[in-house]
Nanobody, 123 residues
Framework: HVQLVESGGGSVQAGGSLRLSCTAS????????MYWYRQAPGNECELVSK???????SYGDSMKGRFTSTRDYAKMTIHLQMNSLRPEDTAVYYC??????????????????WGRGTQVTVS
């Protein structure tokens, strides 16, 4: 049974930092590309970061230089370090696996594996 569980969300002032974590079970994270997505009310789902099975990372344009995604294979966990947070970063953040594309709304109900999301609020 594949499961992804996010943690680390919360409220922070603009300019602050948060670190999100996503712990996987039921599969091996090093075999999959892993993703962070986010969705704010009224907006479409947005790709935040991708970390490939080989460890290469890529980020959405507005996240470059501020967000860093890493893997901890031993703990079956990926992390998203978010610095210099802005109010427009406010959203529900989702961890996902086996996606490869960005759906209009996240989480996708039948494609890929998704966590339940964690709220990030920047004021």
């Amino acid at each position: 049974h594949v499961q992804l569980v996010e943690s680390g969300g919360g409220s922070v002032q603009a300019g602050g930092s948060l670190r999100l974590s996503c712990t996987a079970s039921g599969f091996t994270i090093q075999d999959f590309d892993m993703y962070w997505y986010r969705q704010a009310p009224g907006n479409e789902c947005e790709l935040v970061s991708k970390i490939t099975s080989s460890g290469q990372t890529s980020y959405g344009d507005s996240m470059k230089g501020r967000f860093t995604s890493t893997r901890d294979y031993a703990k079956m966990t990926i992390h998203l370090q978010m610095n210099s947070l802005r109010p427009e970063d406010t959203a529900v953040y989702y961890c996902a696996a086996e996606m490869g594309w960005t759906p209009p709304s996240c989480p996708h109900p039948s494609f890929g594996y998704w966590g339940r999301g964690t709220q990030v609020t920047v004021s």
